[in-house]
């Protein structure tokens, strides 16, 4: 057992020194092995996270939305809606919703104003969004001015600025008192801008959809999975991730196969020759070789990682963020929390390392394997 | 000339901003915020002369309001500071009005149209905005006596808004 560790450890010894003698070569490996898995790895991670992030917010969200639709064009819900939806059976927490844009000339950017019923931030004042605090550097007692629809100026005073934590969804969202909404807006009273519900039974979300569509036929329906999709839609995770997945596994492969192209130089050929003259086995040529593959792919496996992880986690995904941007100019600043999935890992792994280690031991079989002199003569 | 080539861009001074936000922002600056002593600095006003402030205005309860001519609402605002300037000048009110990103001549005209008696300064980098953390325009901020911030105002705001907020500190 010592002397297989012995072995090893002299094996290890002579492939790093063996690896020091051509630096400049395996540092250029190294630093492109290192960028295709960075690349890679911040995609994974970014999908990763923002999925999740996104499910835990969509569990937030009304099952059902409904909206009424006036020549095509969405349009305020009068209150005898709310009593038509309350009347369904099965229809359960039905709520009037008042919310719309804004868009402050000031910072040139769109707001979501929101007046919801269980956040009740008391007239004349505003809980705010973290990209609206950002982009106007508003913090708690400062006073934000809206112009509502007559002209006048509706003065808010923040008491809040909500959580990073949700600022996907939130970043652009100023929640008002419904009083204050609806002089903004001019709102007529028993008005609503929507109506959210839920189903008493899941499995009849569908029944009580067509039970509204039935009773109010100019009525929109959206429901939380029709928001999942929006909102995939707004990162493009399809063709944006996918066209950053393959381009960085294209990196990669050429990176696979320009170091399969340098493959068995004369010199290696000779130098296995040489190991084998002097009494190397086979084993010990292919252990070498293997040695030599891992520690090049697991240092830019780790690099690579870490990287990434800096990049996404801890320095926005800058490279990422244009794809990412919805329309609105307040964009979320992109902290993820990181949510990181140990099959993630394991598949990035057997990608990036496992490929790279069979190309640098497979080249070298057949010159380990036959008589040294007959290599030392190709 | 200056006048001209101002006039073609308009938002300048809100790009100005913007980049001067972005940087504040990476390199991790306090933000400016109600309670906190008003940032030092000096600026020159439309005759060259330097102003300090907070400390070219101690003792008084002061108005500084970032302002460019480009944001249309900012023309219905310098008549009103002015209004209250003539009507509490006498009670310890200042008020200084900082120009982000424009030309002395295009400030300068701006001015005198509107018959501005207050002293109006020239922020032609935007250095001193992005300290106060202003980002847009128009920002008001209102300071006691001690030179701290005791308001501030994101966006347009209305004589009788300012009025409300500066008497309980006048």
Redesign the interface.
Known sequence: MRNRIERQREIIDFTLSRLSRRKGRQLAILIVYSGAVFLLASVMFLVFALRTEAILLLRQAPELVVQRLSAGRHDLMPESYFDAVRSIRGARNVTQRLWGYYF?????ANYTLMAPESVSSGDGAAIIGDGVS??????P???????GHDGR?V?LAVTRVLSPDSQILSSDLILISRKDFMAIFSIPPGFSTDLTLTAENAGELPLLAAAIRNLLPDARLISRQDVLKTYAGMFDWRRGFILLVLSASALALAMIAMDRAFGLSAEDKKEIGILKAIGWRTSDVLLMKFWEGAVISLSAFISGILLAYAHVFLLHPVLFAPVLKGWSVLYPEFRLTPFISPVQMALLFILTVIPYIAATVAPSWRPAAIDPDAVLRA | MMRGKAGKFPWAG?LLLGILSFSM?AAGKT?????DPFPSFSLPDLSGSSLSLPGGMSGKVVIIHFWTDS???CRDEMPALETLYRHYGGRGLGIVAINVGQSVAQVAKFVDGLKITYPVLLDADGKAAAIC???????TFILDREGVIR????????EE?LKK?LLPIL
């Not at chain 1, 007692?141 to 112009?147: M, N, S, V, Y």
């Not at chain 2, 953390?133 to 920002?139: D, E, I, S, T």
């Open positions: 402050d000339p000031s910072s040139r950002r982009a106007n550097s508003a913090y007692g400062d006073i934000l001015t809206i112009r100026l003065n | 809100i922002n933000p400016v915020r109600i309670g944001c249309g609402n953390g202003v980002f847009g325009l128009p920002r308001q501030k105002i994101i966006g347009e705001a209305t808004t907020l």
